[in-house]
Each structure stands twice: as structure tokens, then as C-alpha cells.
């Protein structure tokens, strides 16, 4: 099936990939041991699929790039204009459509996350949020 | 034997320590302790007859950690499993099946919770079996829908305003409905969505806790209480958005029904000079739609379930046997509960196309039950099924609609979640359902696969198997090439001892993939997976048959033919025998949707 985005299924095991690749320590549980960084696209879907995660991602997605960086430095990744413009789009196109908020926000706090605000607030502030807080 | 290290694992191993001294033999050697309502297939295995992982357990009751770590590291095999290399016809997808669409997985469940109910699953005790036990009465008689009906489960049924005048007299004869959650579906005329889900509520005035006061948002506003309560005669119905509405269109089905009885009852009434009882003509109401309902139900097990998942073969073989089993002891065999039945779990699919054409993905319905997460409900507009979507009609095209996953060692994603399926030990186990089912298997005391194909093959089922040693080089060639890519790999020797001694869930699902049309082992898989290999339709047909003759209901002796029931039902308790003719052509699912969607709503957007 095709989709418009990277889409991860069993979250809290990617969460655990990305906890080991920072590390180098092992998150993955008894008789595995801790995954290297990938250096392919390639080696990237084959320890999703090892370990059970479904991965999914856009056709037009054919690179990997994996970055690591210091305490010292101010990284800052931002996203193609392309897939900026692209969401806007889908605001102005869908209007009162969901905010697409990651399920385990909801499982979590244990209630729906509430919608009815003006989706393009809540997206500017959440771009703006993952280009600085890499999260850790 | 070693523990998990969930609180859950620990009080029901508490719970259990009992067990300890009485299942041990005069010998101090554990001993075989019968479960109520539960058997091996064709009685009591003996010890050298069960599943011990090629001599790695002493007994199903001591499962030891390199059992554990063995079942472990298959289920990491199972998510690296090969893809299929062809499209089935009917298929767009490499791992969709067309002879099985989406609305038998969740059948399927809903059947396995009318086989057996138990609270307990035997991977979270340890393999204790105190306090295990099957308490259905009544297999494959919709308990799991009516319970004990509405005396011993009052709050599955709605109160009528004829009840509640004599409330004493008059029984409570329609299932309770709820609203969805949908703002935006409102019914004409109201102001309210429609009744689409279970029965839900919060216990008011009570000394529950967390209940007094409203539950607080993050920012410190109040919420609304959660619906902590589904009114269901079980709650197993409850565990997910999917299973729940599918109790919703079985609830909706008697009611409909129910209707139909009342209206018949008015007319026959209109005009006679001394009218029957209000009381006596609820009872013989609600008694007559249920048992039609059960009649439609089992109807369908055998015509359009059985016929579906069972092997071509082995259903030939039993349709011609007139659906008579070879197993003539009762209760419910553990090879099917703990082995073959499991098959469903690998049907899931990740997502589903609900009541329209997004996808939506199924970690959404988990969340959906009042045990478990009360917050999210009523369930949403976004999970009220359109069955036409799930049990479509031969040859639809629209509304498009979803097909389960080809039969294979492999389960769905999401049903590898963490989250919702954590490691029941976490030094040992992984996470996941498909861990959980191999360990439970080991617990459970099982046949061996290889004992139970030799047992067959010594009986009168003996041309619909292979000799096992056929199934040699298929399960090196699987395990081999899916451990190559896995986390943790399976050693020579696990390999070794998966081949002699294979777990039954997980060959239950090779079989499937690797079983071609005319029962003979294939090595590519090409054109498998569309429903059950040889022994795991026999393991499901004996079952299900020996539960349908064990368990007979009323007016079955009307003859064979489910019209002539229905006649004779209206006649004897409504006194018009052709009042369920509607009923009489409902022989699939397919047929059961097309009829409520036309008369009682089912589709979505139908008004409630």
C-alpha cells in the first residue's frame, strides 16, 4: 500500500531501535543484541523487520541519512518546503479534518487528544517544536 | 519454572500455588490434571504423546527457559516469515485473501469466545491450571451474545416501558444499544447519533474510587467520566472496537428479530376475546428469536464458516460423513483452543477500511473498550463498521472491502505491539502475541504434530493427511531461511528440534501456507494460505461438529432443513409458522447483513 509519509507501526520497539543506535547500548530485549546504526535504506528495513517493526515509507523516498549530534551544537533539521506546503494543502483542502497526532499520545494519556482548534496553529507550533527539541 | 514480572503474573501465580500438590503425582512427578471442559482431541494424550519441544520439557507443567528462549526466538523467526510470491485471484495485494474476507477474523473470535469461556490464559500463570477451566454450557449457542439472558444478565437488555410497568413479570426482551460517538451523525428529527454501539455506562452513587469526582485533563479541566461499564453478557466482546460491533450486529439481529415476533403477536392478538398474558407472550418472544438466531448462527458455522476455512478435502470428507466427527467424547479439545484455532491471529490485518475508503488503522480499535481504556468511548463515528466492508456479496465491487491476510506463520504488526502485548516474562519472553500463543501451547499439554499425524493416519482420516516426514524439508526449508533474517537466530539444534517436534500453533499456520489444493506439501506456498491445511481443518472440524452434536437446542428435531425449524418455531411459540420465513434463505454472513441492511440498519449511515 502506498503512502504520503514515513508510517511506523510498534512504536515503542522503533523507539528502542533509536535508543540503541544513540547509545550503542542494547534496548531490544533478552537474546538480541544492541543493533548498529544502519548505513543503508536497505539495512534500515531489514532491522524494522527483524525486530518487528513495520515500516513504511513514501516511494519517492530512496536515501538515508543518519546524523548524531553534540550536546555543543544546535541541530537543526528541517523539513522539504515541499511536504510544508503539502500539509497546508490538506488543512485547506479537509477543513475540520483531525490533526494526524501520533496514537501512543493518546493510548498514553489514556483520553483522544481534542481537535477543533485551527489545525494550522497546532502545525506550525509542532514543526517548529521537532526542528529544535530532538528529542532525547 | 521461572516467573514474569508483571503484577498481573504474580497474583495469578499466587493465586495458583495451590495447584502444586495436587498436580503432582504418588511418584512426586507432575501429573496430568483434567481441565473442566477441556481434553485433548480423541481423549487423554499419553505422556509420550504430547508436545515436549523434541524432549526439551518433562511435562507440560515445567516448562523450562530453554523452552521459552526456543519459542522466543521463533517468534522472531515468524516476523521475518517470506512473503508470498504470487497474487491470489480475486487479489489485489500478495497477502490479501479473497476466500476469506475481514469479517470472519473477527467471527471467527466471537465463535472461539461461544466455545469456551475462561478469564485465564495460560502463558500469564505459568502453565498453572488452577481457577483454568471452560464454563461454557452451551457451545456454539450464542451464550457469549445472550448470557443467561435477561434474568441472570438483566443489564445486557434494554428496559421496555412494558417492563418497567411489571418490572417483576414482564422479562426484558431486546438487547440494550448505545450512541456512538459521533457528532456529526445525527439522526433525522433528533439531536442525537445513532444507537450503534454497546450498551455503555459509568456506576453512579457507588464507592468506586476514581469515580466520585470528574477525571482531570492535563491542564487541570475537567473530563467526562469514563464509560467503565459495557453492558454485555461478556465482556470478552468488549476487548476491541471491531468485536464489539460485531456483538452489536448480533444484538441488532434479535432485536430486529424481536420486532418481527411483536408485531406478529399484535396482529394475532387484534380481535381475541380474551388475550393472552403480557408476560407469557414476552417469554415466548424473546425464547423464539433467540433460538431462530441460533439456528441462522449454526446454519452459517457449518455452510459458510467451516466451508471456508476448512481444507476442500476435509471438508468433502466430513460433508459426506454428514458433519459427524470421529471424536466422540465432549467438551472442547486443547489442540483446538491452544493449537489450530489460533489461525485467526494471523488473518489481522494492520489497518481496515471501516465504513469508508481510509484506511484506519487497527491499534485505534484496540483502544477501544471499556476495560481498557474507558476514556475513548462510546466508539467513535470512525469505527462503526459498515459490514458490507467486512462480509461483502459474491462479486461486489462497491463499497470496497477488506480481505484477511493469507494463512501464514506470520502476525500483523500491531499485534506485536508492546504496548498492548508486553513480555509476560521480560528475561525470557518476547514481546507480542505470537510469543504468547507458542508459549501458551507449551503449557497447555498438547498432542505432539508428528504423534497426532501418526494417531490420524492409524484412523479413518487417514488418506487426508502426509506422512510427517514429508513436512521435513518444508519446515527446514521455512525455518532456515526466516531465522536467517531474524534478531535472534535459532541454533542447529533448535532447528533440529522444531522439525521433530514442531509447536502446534505455528505449524497450524505453515501447513496453511505451504498445503496446495489437493493436500499435498508444497515447497513455494504458491497459491496457500487461503485457509487451513489437513490437520489443522480436522483439529477445527472436529471441534466445531462435535460441539454442534454434543450441544443440541430446541427444534432440531423438526428435521435437518433450517426452514422446517423455523416453521415449527412460529407455529409452537407464536403461533404463526410462517413468521420467520425471512429467516429461512440467511445461510452466509453476506446473507445476514443484506438482510438486517435492508430491514434493521446495519450500514453505515442507516438510521438507527
Known sequence: MAVDRVMITEEVTWGKLVKSWATGENYMGPGTTAPSVPKTLQELKDQCAAFGVGLQLPDNITGLAVMQYSEETLALRLPPKSLIKKSEQNFKDNPGAAYPIPQFYDTFYGHAMPGGKDPMILHACRVGDYVVRNCY | ?608
Not at chain 2, 473477527?106 to 481457577?131: C, I, K, N, P, W
Not at chain 2, 407464536?574 to 435492508?598: K, N, Q, W
Open chain 2, 1 to 608: 519454572m521461572h516467573g514474569g514480572n508483571t503484577a498481573k503474573s504474580h497474583v495469578l501465580r499466587a493465586l495458583s500455588m495451590p495447584r502444586m500438590a495436587a498436580e503432582r503425582g504418588p511418584d512426586d512427578q507432575p501429573a496430568q490434571v483434567p481441565i473442566k471442559g477441556l481434553r485433548n482431541l480423541f481423549g487423554p494424550a499419553s505422556p509420550e504423546q504430547l508436545f515436549t519441544a523434541n524432549d526439551r520439557m518433562a511435562s507440560p507443567f515445567e516448562v523450562p527457559q530453554s523452552v521459552r528462549i526456543l519459542m522466543r526466538r521463533l517468534a522472531f523467526a515468524m516476523n521475518t516469515s517470506p512473503g508470498w510470491s504470487d497474487i491470489l485471484p480475486g487479489a489485489v495485494r500478495s497477502d490479501e485473501n479473497p476466500s476469506l474476507p475481514s469479517g470472519y477474523t473477527y467471527l471467527l473470535q466471537l465463535m472461539a469466545h461461544d466455545l469456551v469461556e475462561s478469564a485465564l490464559s495460560l502463558a500469564s500463570t505459568d502453565g498453572s491450571r488452577f481457577g483454568f477451566s471452560n464454563a461454557r454450557r452451551l457451545p456454539l449457542g450464542l451464550e457469549t451474545i445472550y448470557g443467561g439472558g435477561p434474568h441472570l444478565c438483566p443489564y445486557a437488555y434494554e428496559i421496555s416501558a412494558e417492563h418497567m410497568r411489571a418490572p417483576g413479570l414482564i422479562p426484558r426482551t431486546r438487547f440494550r444499544l448505545g450512541r456512538i460517538d459521533a457528532p456529526g451523525a445525527i439522526m433525522p428529527d433528533t439531536d442525537c447519533s445513532p444507537f450503534r454501539d454497546l450498551g455503555r455506562g459509568r456506576p453512579i452513587g457507588t464507592s468506586d474510587e476514581a469515580l466520585l469526582t470528574p477525571p482531570k485533563g492535563a491542564d487541570g479541566s475537567s473530563r467526562p467520566f469514563p464509560l467503565t461499564e459495557a453492558f454485555v453478557a461478556d465482556p470478552r466482546n468488549d476487548d476491541h472496537a471491531i468485536i464489539s460491533q460485531l456483538t452489536v450486529l448480533f444484538q441488532s439481529f434479535h432485536n430486529r428479530i424481536e420486532s418481527l415476533l411483536k408485531a406478529a403477536q399484535d396482529k394475532l392478538q387484534d380481535g381475541v376475546g380474551k388475550p393472552a398474558e403480557p408476560d407469557n407472550l414476552a417469554y415466548l418472544r424473546f425464547t423464539c428469536a433467540q433460538l431462530a438466531i441460533v439456528h441462522v448462527y449454526r446454519g452459517i458455522i457449518v455452510n459458510d464458516v467451516l466451508r471456508r476455512i476448512m481444507h476442500p478435502r476435509v471438508f468433502a470428507y466430513y460433508a459426506a460423513a454428514h458433519f459427524e466427527p470421529a471424536d466422540s467424547l465432549g467438551g472442547v479439545a486443547l489442540e483446538f483452543t491452544h493449537g489450530a484455532f489460533r489461525f485467526g491471529h494471523a488473518m489481522v490485518r494492520q489497518s481496515y477500511l471501516v465504513n469508508n475508503d481510509t484506511q484506519q488503522p487497527l491499534g485505534r480499535a484496540l483502544e477501544q473498550s471499556s476495560q481498557r481504556s474507558a476514556s475513548f468511548l462510546p466508539v467513535s463515528n470512525r469505527w462503526i463498521v459498515d459490514w458490507r466492508r467486512f462480509f461483502p456479496e459474491p462479486d461486489q465491487k462497491v463499497p470496497a472491502y477488506n480481505l484477511s491476510h493469507r494463512i501464514r506463520p506470520r502476525y500483523a504488526t500491531v499485534l506485536g505491539d508492546e504496548a498492548l502485548f508486553p513480555r509476560l516474562d521480560a528475561a525470557v519472553d518476547a514481546a507480542g502475541l505470537a510469543c504468547r500463543d507458542l508459549v501458551s501451547s507449551c503449557y497447555a499439554g498438547l498432542w505432539s504434530v508428528p504423534m497426532l499425524f501418526g494417531e490420524l493416519r492409524r484412523g479413518p482420516l487417514r488418506d487426508l493427511l502426509p506422512d510427517f516426514t514429508d513436512w521435513h524439508g518444508p519446515l527446514r526449508g521455512w525455518l532456515e531461511d526466516s531465522t536467517s533474517r531474524a534478531a535472534e537466530k535459532l541454533t542447529d539444534e533448535d532447528i533440529g528440534d522444531l522439525i521433530a517436534d514442531p509447536p502446534m500453533p505455528f505449524f497450524i499456520l505453515l501447513e496453511a501456507a505451504l498445503t496446495d489444493e489437493r493436500a499435498v506439501v508444497s515447497r513455494s506456498g504458491e497459491g496457500g494460505g487461503r485457509h487451513l491445511g489437513p490437520l489443522g481443518s480436522i483439529i477445527v472440524g472436529e471441534t466445531i461438529l462435535g460441539a454442534l452434536r454434543d450441544n443440541p437446542i430446541g427444534f432440531e428435531d423438526a428435521g435437518p432443513a433450517l426452514d422446517l425449524r423455523l416453521r415449527k418455531l412460529g407455529s409452537d411459540l407464536i403461533g404463526d409458522p410462517g413468521v420467520l420465513e425471512p429467516l429461512a434463505a440467511l445461510r452466509t454472513m453476506p446473507d445476514v447483513v443484506r438482510f438486517l441492511g435492508s430491514s434493521g440498519g446495519v450500514a453505515a449511515g442507516d438510521p438507527g
